[in-house]
Every structure is written in structure tokens, then in C-alpha cells.
């Protein structure tokens, strides 16, 4: 694939634009146009300028929102192992429909760019199959879209025939995975964030390839820090090592899998216990929205808590608990909330729930 950004051309909704004619269409914009199609000439109008760089801004579902300076070379690199892992054709349909101001939509229009592919675009929302018609070939969606979609009957049908679907921007859930175990299309989670320019490891989620392991793309390389959180290098889309918070265990294939974030560990009476793994294992018993965190205690040091979304049954919730989890891992408190603190990309905000426990906590006492 070349890589001269000079050369590329934009397919959009199946007309192919080259870069004097992109030129055009970012300066002549018609008023009328979506403010999503705004966003992508915005986009492209940073894309096409002299500058090697463009900036990126992460999600913030781990802290506060930055702002990354990156180059655009390494934004191609990482489209291109993407299409070439999933073996993308010029002229393959691809669906746009992630914010653009995150790495994840800016992606999928570079791999347009890189890969010579057809960009279909819809507006961001919960259900972006809701009114395409036409086939798809490549498609990436956050774990929410994929949900909905699954909810209704025309939706899933549609989803079903995406060939090729990736899912990122946050975790796959155990049953959301058993739902696109059924699916025939190919389905993958991804590993990845804003710093690796989108992600750097696929694992298959349905058909005879499914694993519960990332594989990483061969030019990646990875490591383990003294806490067993995940060091990568991968030097075609960073510049230096990165040293993540995520917890991980490797396997002699080369694979790895992500037990959770090192932020998310809650030290509870001196046992150290995974937020993400007690969410995973209550998923099936709870069908409102959730969230585990932790507030201090003085015996405990931490206190698990359990955040849930509107009514629910505490009294049943309690007693399936008591069954499904060992008592250390067994939330010390319930609060239900109207809605889970959620960052601008649709991810937990972590830490928000975890002032929003402490308020509750402290309520209850005064």
C-alpha cells in the first residue's frame, strides 16, 4: 500500500474524490451538509495540510482528557496492519459512524485513505445500522452500538451481514460475547488506545478462530512491568515504549489476555481484587446498568461498592451475590443511582463513580 499522503483519493458514499477535488469539498462545503460530514472535511482539511502531524484527543475514561500530538506516517502504518490483517480490498464498503474527535473515527477514514476503501457515513449514535441498505465489508463500532443493534430484529440482520466487524473503545462483555458467538459474519474485540494510534492486538470473538486471547500484529512487542501491567512496542505507529495500566497474563503462543486496569484494583481487608472481574462475573444476575468501585474504610482500607442504574430487587441482588461471589469480592455496599457517570466516548467514567460512592457513603452516616 503507499503510503505518500500526496497520493491518496477519498471514496465517499461512492464517489471518489482526488486530493484537488477533497480540496474542493472541504472549502465548498455546502451549509446543508450534516454536521457529521462537517467534522470529516474538518478532518481532512487537517489531514491534507503541509504538516507531518495531526492532533489527537484521548477519551478520558481513565483520567482526564489530553490532547496528543502524533504524526500522520504512523497514523498510516497502523491502517495499514489493519487492512492487511483483515485482508480489506480497494473498494470494500466501510462504515463510519464513531466521533471523529476521537482516534477511533479519524481511523477508519485514514484506513479509507491507506486501504482505497468506500466510506459510508452515519451520524454517531446508538444504532448505526438503523437505516443502511446497502452491503458492508468493514465496519467498527463501540460494545453499546453492537448491543443495540443486536436488540432488534432488522438491526441484527443488517449487523449479521457486516463481513468483517471490529469492536473497540471499551470492554466485551461475557453476554454480549455469547450473543456474537451466533452470529456468521467475523467479529473482532480489539486491544488498543488513543496512544497506539487505535489498536495493536485482535482477538476473535465468534466462529472456529474464537479465542479468549489478543494476538498482537507481528511487528508489535510486548512485556510485562514488575505489576503485570502491560508494556507495549511497537515501533512503526510510537515513538517510545509504552507502559500501560492495564493488568495482563501472556501465554506461550504469544497471545495475551487483559485481566483489567491497575487503577481498577480494589485492596480490600488486604486481598487485592479486580473491579472489571467482579462486574464480568455479576453481569448475567443484573440487567440494569452497573459499575464496581470502592470508597475507604477503616477496617477494609478499601470497601467494594456496587453502583446500579434505577430500581432493582436489593434483597434478590443480594442473595445471587452471596452465591456467585466469595465473601471477600461481595460488595459492602448497594446504591442505585439514575445513571452511571459516562465519559463523551460512551466509556464508565471510573472516577466519577467513585466520588459518587463516596457521597453516598457518606450521606448514610451523617
Request: hydrophobic letters at 40%; one cysteine or more; charged letters at 20%.
Amino acid at each position: 500500500m503507499n503510503l505518500k499522503i500526496k497520493e491518496q483519493q477519498l471514496t465517499l458514499e461512492g464517489k471518489t474524490y482526488s486530493i484537488e477535488a477533497i480540496s474542493q469539498l472541504i472549502t465548498t462545503a455546502p451549509e446543508a451538509s450534516s454536521p457529521f460530514h462537517q467534522e470529516l472535511y474538518s478532518f481532512l482539511k487537517d489531514w491534507f495540510n503541509p504538516s507531518p502531524y495531526i492532533t489527537v484527543q484521548t477519551s478520558g475514561s481513565t483520567g482526564t482528557p489530553k490532547q496528543l500530538t502524533v504524526f500522520k506516517k504512523q497514523m498510516m502504518q497502523s491502517a495499514r496492519l489493519t487492512c492487511e490483517f483483515l485482508h480489506l480490498q480497494p473498494g470494500d464498503t466501510a462504515l463510519l459512524c464513531m466521533p471523529l474527535q476521537y482516534i477511533a473515527g479519524k481511523m477508519m477514514v485514514v484506513r479509507a485513505l491507506v486501504a482505497e476503501l468506500n466510506l459510508i457515513l452515519r451520524t454517531p449514535s446508538g444504532h448505526p445500522l438503523a437505516d443502511i441498505s446497502c452491503p458492508l465489508e468493514f465496519a467498527a463500532m463501540v460494545p453499546l452500538q453492537v448491543y443495540n443493534s443486536l436488540q432488534l430484529s432488522e438491526e441484527k440482520e443488517r449487523l449479521s451481514q457486516i463481513r468483517l466487524l471490529i469492536i473497540g473503545g471499551g470492554a466485551v462483555d461475557a453476554v454480549l460475547e455469547r450473543e456474537i458467538k451466533q452470529l456468521p459474519n467475523i467479529v473482532y474485540s480489539t486491544y488498543g488506545m488513543t496512544e497506539t494510534l487505535s489498536h495493536i492486538a485482535l482477538r476473535r470473538l465468534n466462529g472456529a478462530e474464537a479465542s479468549s486471547h489478543y494476538q498482537p500484529f507481528s511487528s508489535v512487542k510486548l512485556s510485562l512491568s514488575a505489576d503485570n501491567t502491560l508494556v507495549i512496542d511497537a515501533p512503526l505507529v510510537c515513538n517510545e515504549q509504552l507502559r500501560t495500566n492495564d493488568v495482563a497474563d501472556f501465554f506461550e503462543d504469544g497471545t495475551f489476555s487483559i485481566l483489567g486496569r491497575k487503577d481498577n484494583i480494589i485492596n480490600t481487608g488486604g486481598i487485592k481484587v479486580q473491579a472489571e472481574k467482579i462486574e464480568e462475573t455479576l453481569r448475567p444476575i443484573i440487567s440494569n446498568s452497573f459499575a464496581i468501585t470502592s470508597v475507604p474504610d477503616q477496617r477494609l482500607g478499601e470497601a467494594i461498592v456496587l453502583l446500579v442504574e434505577r430500581s432493582f430487587d436489593l434483597k434478590m441482588i443480594k442473595k445471587q451475590i452471596d452465591i456467585l461471589l466469595p465473601k471477600y469480592q461481595g460488595p459492602k455496599h448497594v446504591y442505585r443511582v439514575e445513571r452511571l457517570p459516562i465519559t463523551d466516548s460512551g466509556k464508565i467514567d471510573r472516577m466519577a463513580c467513585k466520588v459518587l460512592a463516596i457521597k453516598f457513603t457518606l450521606l448514610i452516616k451523617e
